[in-house]
């Protein structure tokens, strides 16, 4: 590749003025004889190389100029100088041709070439707009070569626009490889939302086939045999496709995983002591799921054996010694005994912990994919062969490589809410929220959660200032007090009283509240929230038919108080379990849960949900650690898993309309 030094680039500002003065010498001269269309031809790009340089195309076109005065041939060789400028890697100068031949007129032979390099030139400019590029494409003629320069650039500009769809589509026009294009498309496919996926096959049909597998994998997402079996039809249909032989990885790697096998499970969990009550609850909702699987599977011996087993009072030797040669593990519930038990475990055992540690081990030292035991010993035994063929190792320096303990982590942490919270107002454009949260370590973990993730979303957006108005408040006097202040009601009162003082008139006005709060968030009691709600409507002052909507997360909501609750509460927004909305789809289960274990309080319902939940998802995590695009629809939410094996929980949203609860679509 040639570069340039400064007196190149003097020498070729030069040539590029000599051609200009050229054709500001007069433009190409009128001819009497009859006009004719030119019509425009394919595009002929010129490759760098040591011979030609982008100078010896503007003298050519200089030469061309004062030999022929003919427009189109010197129009295509300045072209022909900004391409090999742009393969240069010197869009400056490519970008000033390109500028001088556009002031000059460019003739419609020219147009689909110059529509290609102008693109080229300014999609990696800072502050392009992709849009008037994307329109400047459809000139673009295509031919052999051109379609894959046109492909590449839509592929580069519809992800800057974040339509992963159509950039997904012209990924597949470009030159990659089969497997860097499956790579590429899947990563995007698995990226949009469900809802979206008609309207994308419909729109895109060359992507029919991804968003095929993807179904097929959210189907057999429970059984890795049936996913395999599937894939060697869907090859089957669609022969001849990129999918055919170049399969995306981890859906390869989802295959060859074995069903859980799960014969045996121990739940850790406190039956006895001061957290008797909450362990026993999540031990009704583990057995709830239990029994849900008997009567779909009709039969009792194709289900695994339960042991619950009493972590209150246990050391971490006595629990392994209970837990013996059981492979599958839910449980502990408590942090500090998840911290002792866990690095004490044996080799191979899969665990769903029903807390996380404040911090989590390196996800590099642990087990991310819960494979089967066989396929376990089958790496450790590979990992075995390959480090020293020369000595064979002991059984003892063998199990040196095994490898550590298959662990997730799934809770009920208040800190997630907060961040749901953050996100779901951000993305609805509120930028200026109050947050309200009472003096108390729960709720000021929340906020502080909330404050955290609000600054890193609006440092994604490149702004500097995260705009927050806190309150905090201990009693009902400092919540009003925290509320009119914060809201400057106090000082609007204060402006008035003043301006009577010195009309000593009586001034007829309403005290006015801020303009640029646009969300107020509350994390607090459910009890202070019936309070802190009518405060928030009797102080805003709405004078532009704008109402300010207050937010809060179920630590707010409680279930047990009857109507007045939901009186106080009108148009609250918040998030919470689907199974404690009064539209969700498990109303069979509910109604056996209601018949079982009559007057459950709202906490019971929580983590009798958790309990259900966390035994569902025991034998999906293989896949859902593989597939990291799947979710679990459960009674606590939707349910994923990160990179650092924790269950991602995304809750449902409602508001309180009419004294009810109703459901709102995102």
């Not at 097929?216 to 045999?225: D, G, H």
């Amino acid at each position: 590749m040639r570069h340039i030094g400064q007196a190149g680039k003097m020498f070729t500002l030069s040539a590029v003025a000599s051609v200009l003065l050229l054709a500001g010498c007069g433009s190409t001269p009128k001819s009497q004889s009859k006009s004719v269309e030119v019509k425009p031809s394919p595009i002929e790009t010129t490759q760098v190389n040591d011979d030609v340089t982008p100078e010896h195309k503007l003298l050519e076109a200089k030469r061309v100029w004062a030999r022929t005065r003919d427009k189109n041939q010197r129009d295509t060789l300045l072209l022909q100088a900004a391409d090999l400028y742009l393969q240069n890697q010197q869009p400056v100068l490519a970008q000033q041709v390109l500028f001088e031949v556009k002031e000059d007129g460019i003739s419609s032979a020219n147009q689909s070439y110059y529509s290609l390099l102008i693109t080229k030139a300014y999609t990696d400019l800072p502050g392009a707009a992709p849009e008037e590029l994307l329109a400047m494409l459809d000139n673009v003629i295509e031919t052999d070569e051109t379609a894959y320069q046109k492909a590449e650039l839509q592929t580069k500009l519809y992800s800057q626009q974040g339509n992963l769809a159509a950039a997904a589509n012209s990924v597949l026009k470009t030159r990659l490889s089969d497997e860097q294009k499956v790579e590429q498309v899947w990563k995007w496919i698995t990226s949009l939302p469900n809802e979206s996926l008609n309207a994308v096959g419909k729109e895109y049909p060359a992507l029919a086939p991804f968003l095929t597998l993807r179904e097929l994998t959210e189907q057999y997402a429970s059984s890795p045999i049936k996913l395999a079996n599937n894939l060697q039809q869907f090859k089957q249909v669609y022969r001849g496709h990129v999918l055919e032989n170049a399969l995306p990885e981890d859906v390869v790697k989802a295959s060859k995983l074995t069903d859980a096998g799960a014969n045996d499970i121990a739940v850790l969990l406190p039956l006895s002591g001061r957290l008797a009550r909450s362990g026993l609850v999540v031990k009704d909702g583990i057995m709830a799921a239990y029994y849900t699987d008997v009567e779909k599977r009709q039969d009792e011996h194709l289900l695994p054996r339960l042991r619950f087993i009493d972590t209150n009072g246990a050391d971490s030797q006595e629990l392994i010694t209970e837990i013996g040669d059981t492979k599958f593990i839910i449980g502990p519930l408590l942090k500090e005994t998840i911290e002792s038990l866990i690095p004490n475990l044996p080799i191979g055992v899969n665990v769903l912990a029903l807390n996380r540690p404040d911090e989590l081990p390196d996800s590099s030292l642990q087990q991310s994919t819960p494979y089967s035991i066989a396929t376990q010993r089958a790496d450790v035994e590979n990992k075995a062969s390959n480090v020293d063929l020369a000595e064979p190792k002991t059984q003892g320096e063998i199990g040196a490589l095994d490898l550590p303990v298959s662990l997730n982590y799934y809770g009920l942490a208040p800190e997630d809410e907060a961040k749901q919270l953050a996100e779901l107002i951000f993305k609805k454009g509120y930028r200026a929220p109050i947050v309200i949260a009472a003096q108390n370590s729960l709720y000021q973990r929340m906020d502080d959660k909330f404050k955290t993730h609000w600054k890193a979303l609006n440092s994604a957006e490149n702004k500097q200032r995260a705009n927050i108005t806190s309150v905090t408040f201990n009693d009902s006097n400092s919540l009003r007090e925290g509320i009119t202040q914060a809201l400057d009601v106090a000082q609007s009162n204060e402006r008035i009283n003043q301006i009577e003082y010195m009309t000593n008139d009586e001034v007829y006005n309403m005290p006015r509240s801020r303009r640029d709060i646009d969300a107020i968030v509350a994390f607090s009691s459910p009890q202070d929230t019936e309070l802190l709600n009518p405060i928030i409507e009797a102080s805003l002052n709405p004078f532009d038919g704008k109402q300010v909507p207050v937010y809060a997360t179920s630590r707010s909501m409680e279930y047990d108080s009857g109507k007045n609750q939901w009186r106080d509460l009108q148009n609250v927004h918040f998030i919470d379990m689907p199974w404690l909305m009064p539209s969700h789809k498990w109303q069979p289960l509910e109604q056996e849960v209601q018949q079982a274990w009559e007057n459950q309080n709202t906490m019971q319902k929580r983590l009798f949900a958790f309990g259900f939940d966390a035994y569902q998802l025991l034998p999906q995590l293989g896949m859902l650690n593989t597939l990291k695009y799947l979710s679990h629809d459960g009674l606590t939410g939707n349910l994923s898993l990160n990179q650092r094996g924790e269950v991602v929980r995304k809750q449902p949203q409602a508001i309180i309309r009419n004294e009810k609860v109703k459901m709102l679509s995102e």
